[in-house]
């Protein structure tokens, strides 16, 4: 009895003194902050930019194409304002120099009598306005060309039809395009999301128990409580951490995302619309399991390091496997069936998120994410063991080196013979 | 509740750490590990409590094994403190007793009249981190015997602690003592081995040279001390029959000799050379016989 209540003794105590720490609240408060303004992005922008039009005078040397271009401006850009400029263009420029106006437009007629136009502004880095400009002359060329051929309007519109292009995978059950798009959109949070969280709380782990060896309280601890078990409390106890701190951040931006009218257009770009719920499931299969493996790894290379500085060095390699396994997914994204992905997509340590990309993107079939879950669960059994023994081992292990021959050293220890 | 070591063997590879150690502890006594550095007194400690596994014989309290589930009755200071720094006295020693199986009120209760025994009742909401090394040393004993173990293990208990807070623990690891705990603790000063226990059990590189009773072990240690304090130069002793050593004192000798019985020719023999202001026969101290056992490479 004694045994069972100690392991929640040892999860809970992780789980609430690290959820008291000052560095959790904060950054969960960063991350609610940053959700909430990136949810209201479109409200922000607008509270900036509800001020003033953006005015650009217009110095038509031709006399005749203002009127055409001020028409098609004040119907398809609001917040432009376009103002003929009676002066010279030295005058001009000098009034946008002082900031009366944002840019100077001077516009001619060519030999062919169509349009030549040239922007002047403070910095061309702002590129919408004269894109904007340079759109709208398009059109009143486009039309002043057609004239000139004598174009009547009917086939001018021909002439500007997009070409109907059509894409349907003949394979049944394939995903449609628009449903490969939504799933892109959610498979990219979700692998954004399983990268971030491995990152974050498999380094915590190995802090946690570099700190507990480095400060020796270790050593009471194990003398009460198997380390195996110990070491699972930790896992399982910053698990929770992570769950909590997951289902915070996911709450408010679902609730952004469901209540503000402006985000029609996201919500279908990041495919929250009808997602399929199998989808969800391999999300979260693949995250608890990618979670404990590399929390299992982080907890044995943590119990190898004497001082607290050592940890990152140690945890390097680890670190680069998550990079590397996120690279790979972000190609994959592009490929999903691209067959280096499908093999990698077995190597356990690049399985929660390759296996789950392809999962979501592709129609595979059912036996490949099984074998894939298997072969996670069982690396994690394997690690687990060989970790346990390490950990076991390494938490009384102290010294200078911190190499990886110390594994071999921490296996001697708990070795009977 | 007697504590058992048969024939326990620990190597490290192919460095053998404890080499087949034999001791009965019994209930209620206070048993004291003598040696220097490296002489398998923490291995021994760490077998007893389960962290490392003993390569031979067996560990056994009150003829069970020792494992997690003896956790609660036993008490563990380890040589090289450890505590959380960061976090409350409060906190972590409720925690630490919790996971020997103490409820959280009782250990709340405790700890308080534990920290104003040790007249520091103020550290109770304070980081360990602020703390000096002897207060901290001083929460470091409370986690140990917070939990009213019945077998308490000390290593090193007193190491750098000034008198007055010697004094302080000393006191309440004899009063757990009289209260039944069975007391196992190591140390490299010999003084308090000596006021304290009444078995002992010397070791060097691992294997046990000497061990028993306190008083066993000095009458079968055989020689004896002999202290005399003349006016007159006293070192031509040496070279009288039955004397092994001769120590210059301020006041003037100390003698090691082979057995009583030459004291009475030493006596006769400096009686008429001079004033003699002492002449003392007595006990060889366990400074004398560590020194004897294990060589002069120690201190």
Same mark, same amino acid.
């Given at each position: ?110 030999? $062919?009598?169509?349009? *030549?136009?040239?922007?002047?502004? =403070?910095? #061309?880095?702002? /590129? !919408? &306005? +004269? ?76 802090? $946690?128990?570099?700190? *507990?060896?480095?400060?020796?309280? =270790?050593? #009471?601890?194990? /003398? !009460? &409580? +198997? ?86 060095? =140690? ?103 | ?299």
């Amino acid at each position: 009895m004694v045994l069972l209540s100690n392991f929640w003794i040892i999860l809970f105590h992780t789980y609430i003194s690290k959820l008291k720490t000052k560095s959790f609240i904060i950054t969960t408060a960063i991350t609610i902050a940053l959700i909430v303004a990136l949810a209201n992005l479109t409200s922000i922008i607008d509270v900036f930019d509800k001020d003033e039009n953006t005015k650009v005078a217009v110095v038509d040397q031709s006399d005749e194409l203002f009127a055409p271009l001020e028409k098609i401006t004040a119907s398809s850009n609001k917040k432009l304002e376009l103002k003929l400029f009676d002066g010279s263009e030295e005058e001009g420029k000098q009034l946008v120099k002082d900031g009366e106006y944002e840019g100077l437009l001077v516009l001619a007629s060519n030999k $062919e009598k169509l349009p *030549e136009a040239h922007y002047y502004s =403070m910095n #061309i880095a702002d /590129s !919408s &306005v +004269s894109a904007d400009l340079l759109a709208n002359i398009q059109m009143i060329k486009s039309s002043l060309a057609a004239a000139q051929l004598n174009l009547t309007s009917e086939q001018l519109t021909k002439l500007n039809e997009p070409v109907s292009f059509q894409s349907t995978a003949l394979e049944e059950n394939a995903k449609t395009a628009e449903e490969l798009d939504q799933a892109r959109g959610l498979v990219y949070v979700l692998l954004f999301l399983i990268y971030f969280a491995v990152i974050m709380y498999a380094n915590m782990i190995a802090m $946690e128990v570099a700190t *507990e060896k480095s400060s020796r309280v =270790m050593e #009471i601890l194990i /003398s !009460s &409580v +198997s380390p195996i078990k110990h070491m699972f409390a930790k896992i399982l106890g910053v698990g929770l951490l992570s769950l909590t701190q997951l289902v915070l951040l996911l709450g408010v931006g679902y609730y952004f995302l469901t209540n503000n009218k402006n985000l029609g257009s996201m919500e279908g770009f990041l495919g929250f619309g009808d997602v399929p719920i199998s989808t969800i499931i391999y999300a979260a299969v693949f995250f608890i399991l990618g979670y404990f493996l590399y929390a299992t790894l982080a907890a044995f290379l943590g119990s190898l390091v004497s001082r607290i500085e050592d940890v990152q060095q =140690m945890i390097t390699p680890m670190t680069l496997l998550v990079v590397a396994g996120f690279m790979i997914a972000m190609f994959g994204l592009g490929a999903p069936d691209n067959k280096f992905v499908a093999a990698t997509s077995y190597i356990p340590f690049f399985t929660p998120m390759l296996m789950f990309m392809r999962v979501g993107m592709l129609n595979l079939p059912l036996w490949e994410p099984i074998v894939g879950i298997m072969i996670l669960a069982a690396s994690i059994a394997i690690l687990a063991v060989f970790g346990a023994r390490i950990y076991k081992g390494g938490v009384l292990m102290y010294g200078k080196s911190n190499s990886y021959k110390d594994i071999k050293k921490a296996l001697q220890l708990t070795k009977k013979d | 509740m007697t504590l058992e070591l048969k024939n326990v063997t620990k190597k490290f590879g192919s460095f053998l750490a404890v080499d087949n150690l034999s001791i009965s502890i019994p209930e209620k006594e206070m048993f004291g590990f003598l040696g220097g550095n490296g002489a398998g007194k923490t291995t021994t400690f760490r077998m007893i409590l389960g962290i490392l596994d003993n390569t031979e014989g067996e560990i056994s309290w009150n003829n069970k094994r020792i494992d997690y589930s003896t956790s609660p009755f036993i008490g563990y200071l380890p040589e090289e403190r450890g505590l959380y720094p960061k976090l409350k006295v409060k906190d972590q020693l409720v925690y630490l007793a919790r996971l020997r199986g103490m409820d959280k009120k009782q250990a709340l209760s405790e700890l308080e009249y534990w920290l104003e025994r040790f007249h520091v009742p103020e550290y109770l909401d304070k980081k360990v981190e602020e703390l000096s090394k002897g207060n901290q040393q001083k929460i470091q004993f409370i986690s140990a015997v917070l939990h009213k173990p019945k077998l308490l293990i000390l290593d090193e208990p007193f190491s750098g602690l000034d008198p007055v807070n010697v004094e302080l623990l000393k006191e309440a690891v004899i009063d757990l003592k009289k209260a039944g705990t069975t007391i196992v603790f190591s140390s490299h000063r010999m003084e308090h081995v000596e006021e304290m226990c009444e078995h002992l059990c010397i070791m060097h590189k691992g294997r046990p040279v000497v061990h028993g009773s306190l008083k066993e072990i000095k009458k079968s240690f055989g020689k004896k001390n002999i202290t005399i304090h003349a006016d007159f130069d006293l070192s031509y002793l040496i070279k009288h029959p039955g004397v092994v050593k001769l120590k210059q004192m301020t006041e003037g000798v100390s003698l090691q000799i082979e057995g009583e019985e030459f004291a009475e020719q030493i006596l006769k023999n400096v009686v008429g050379k001079g004033f003699v202001r002492k002449f003392a026969l007595e006990e060889p101290s366990l400074h004398d016989i560590f020194i004897e056992k294990v060589g002069g490479s120690f201190e």
